[in-house]
């Protein structure tokens, strides 16, 4: 099981930029998987950046090139750098962690954070 808290949504304007922090409850290195989704009003959840452990991380074309994952091993925190926002990345972001329980995966997801880009 894992506790995931996000922090760093805010209000921006186009072209901006906002850090996103997600920290987990356990060390991030017995996390499966680890990622971004976010969801616009009236749109389906979708896939910003998720990482596999071990592995680099993938990009949804739409952020790619303008948005970066990173990690705090020692504060088992993972940051969401997002530069040149588009009013199209207005949505909440969610943090997401997958671990393996039994014969498949099971998602916990943090709170949400609200970030909204101005054009």
């Known amino acids: 099981q894992v506790q995931l808290v996000e922090s760093g949504g805010g209000l921006v304007q186009a072209g901006g930029s906002l850090r996103l922090s997600c920290a987990a409850s356990r060390s991030i290195f017995s996390i499966n998987v680890m990622g971004w989704y976010r969801q616009a009003p009236g749109k389906q959840r979708e896939l910003v950046a998720a990482v596999v452990s071990g592995s680099s991380t993938n990009y949804a074309d739409s952020v790619k090139g303008r948005f970066t994952n990173s990690r705090d091993d020692a504060k088992n925190t993972v940051y969401l750098q997002m530069n040149s926002l588009e009013p199209e990345d207005t949505a909440v972001y969610y943090c997401?962690?997958?671990?393996?329980?039994?014969?498949?995966?099971?998602?916990?997801w943090g709170q949400g954070t609200q970030v909204t880009v101005s054009s």
């Open positions: 997401n962690a997958s671990l393996f329980v039994g014969l498949g995966l099971k998602d916990y």
